[in-house]
């Protein structure tokens, strides 16, 4: 049974660029949670996504944007990156109506230089 | 605002030694409270899940406590490997509209020396 599988692993971008990161979700979750770790801090809340839409959102401008598809795989866009874009994210899927089963995927690591 | 803080923010211990990593949350209403590990540059993997009735849970080494009603929790790590070299982060999670929302502590990074 498949963890959460995240893509690229790791990513490195110019200034002013955009970037599409990707994630599927562990089978028999519906739900998708995004989230950027800095070096060294715990990870922030981006968005959610269930039912293909956007049901929960963190302090994150709108260049960052996402997109949830039937098969409840996630992908998340940023456009015009800045040095600070530059962290871990982190994709979490969960099933919805369920207390438990948050489950993390790997990561990928964004660097913009 | 709903907060988890954790303590210390670091922490160097000898192999084969305990340690017990603190987290207080201000996280209201409460659904439930988990450690993870988390590896430099991998995700979050989870060690232990608590409900409001549940006030220790174990998970081979670690040990889990919570007492909610100060709104704490700890972590005791049971004989030190030098593998156990990660960050520690509590979540605490909170029922939503739009499904449970997960406030992160900022983590504990411990580093266990041979």
């Known amino acids: 049974d498949a963890g959460v599988t995240q893509s690229p692993t790791h990513l490195i971008k110019t200034r002013g660029q955009q970037v599409t990161l990707r994630c599927s979700p562990k089978s028999g979750h519906d739900t998708v949670s995004w989230y950027q770790q800095a070096l060294g801090q715990g990870p922030q809340f981006i968005f959610q996504?269930?039912?293909?839409?956007?049901?929960q959102r963190g302090n994150f401008p709108d260049r960052f944007s996402g997109h949830q598809f039937p098969n409840y795989s996630s992908e998340l866009n940023v456009n015009a990156l800045l040095l600070g874009d530059s962290a871990l994210y982190l994709c979490?899927?969960?099933?919805?109506?369920?207390?438990?089963?948050?489950?993390f995927g790997s990561g990928t690591r964004l660097t913009v230089v | 605002k709903n907060q988890v803080e954790q303590s210390p923010q670091s922490l160097i211990i000898l192999e084969g030694k305990n340690c017990t990593l603190q987290?207080?949350?201000?996280?209201?209403?409460?659904?439930?409270l988990r450690w993870y590990k988390q590896d430099t540059g991998r995700g979050p993997v989870s060690l232990t899940i608590?409900?409001?009735?549940?006030n220790t849970k174990s998970n081979g080494r670690y040990t889990a406590t919570l007492d909610a009603d100060t709104k704490q929790s700890s972590l005791h790590i049971t004989a030190s490997q030098l593998s156990d070299s990660a960050s520690y982060i509590c979540v605490v999670s909170a029922p939503g509209d739009a499904g449970n929302m997960l406030t992160f502590g900022g983590g504990t990074r411990l580093m266990v020396k041979p």
């Open positions: 996504y269930y039912e293909e839409e956007e049901r």
């Open positions: 979490a899927s969960s099933r919805r109506g369920s207390n438990y089963g948050y489950t």
């Open positions: 987290c207080n949350y201000t996280v209201s209403p409460f659904s439930n």
């Open positions: 608590m409900t409001f009735s549940e």
